[in-house]
Antibody, heavy 115, light 109 residues
């Protein structure tokens, strides 16, 4: 089955770190760019980061630059998001999504940043 | 940064009616690299349209996309009960940031 499955979300204090993972299956992972998108409670979609198929490029939204690090391990068919210096406003469901246009999404993992 | 403005914010319609959703960009979107997504409560978004007008795999033909440059439209020809949801446009020109519109909620009248 073609799917993306995120994990690693949870409750974290402001300033703390968290690492999200996205496991891909059912397709050739290293053929695709990958992305992270988040959605704050009751809000719209916000692009967070993109990484090329062989990590040849990496982009971040200004709101997470210098705090978040995206990476991938093509041997493990996995995408990662290391989140440091978390803020209350980072509270959201985090989705991984495939491709230049996001034709496959995971179910999301909830990150809650609260004192 | 390309800002996408969706209108209206909410569309109240009855099943069987047609829906027209607008997405306007603050600057021209090269090669019509614009996508539309549908999101239902508690679910991840689902790709409907890419390249402004190409339906994704498995998307019914009552969904159609059109437009170019700065003005794009998603049309749902006859609303089915399962089409009541929030719809987002997104540009993927490759130059970050990739941006989404604020969404249009299509609700049952």
């Amino acid at each position: 089955e073609v799917q993306l499955v995120e994990s690693g979300g949870g409750l974290v204090r402001p300033g703390g770190p968290l690492r999200l993972s996205c496991a891909a299956s059912g397709f050739t992972f290293n053929n695709y760019a990958m992305n992270w998108v988040r959605q704050a409670p009751g809000k719209g979609l916000q692009w967070v980061s993109s990484i090329g198929s062989i990590s040849q490029y990496i982009y971040y939204a200004d709101s997470v630059k210098d705090r978040f690090i995206v990476s991938r391990d093509n041997a493990k068919n996995s995408l990662y998001l290391q989140m440091n210096g978390l803020r209350v406003e980072d509270t959201a469901i985090y989705y991984c999504a495939r491709g230049f246009y996001f034709d496959l999404w995971g179910q999301g993992t909830l990150v809650t940043v609260s004192p | 940064e390309i800002v996408l403005t969706q209108s209206p914010g909410t569309l109240s319609l009855s099943p069987g009616e047609g829906a027209t959703l607008s997405c306007r960009a603050s600057q021209s979107i090269s090669s019509n690299l614009l996508a539309w997504y549908q999101q239902k409560p508690g679910q991840a978004p689902r790709l409907l349209i890419a390249g402004a007008s190409s339906r994704a795999t498995g998307i019914p033909d009552r969904f159609s996309g059109s437009g170019s440059g700065t003005d794009f439209t998603l049309t749902i020809s006859r609303l089915e009960p399962e089409d009541f949801a929030v719809y987002y446009c997104q540009q993927y020109t490759g130059s970050p940031p990739l941006t989404f519109g604020g969404g249009t909620k299509v609700e049952i009248k």
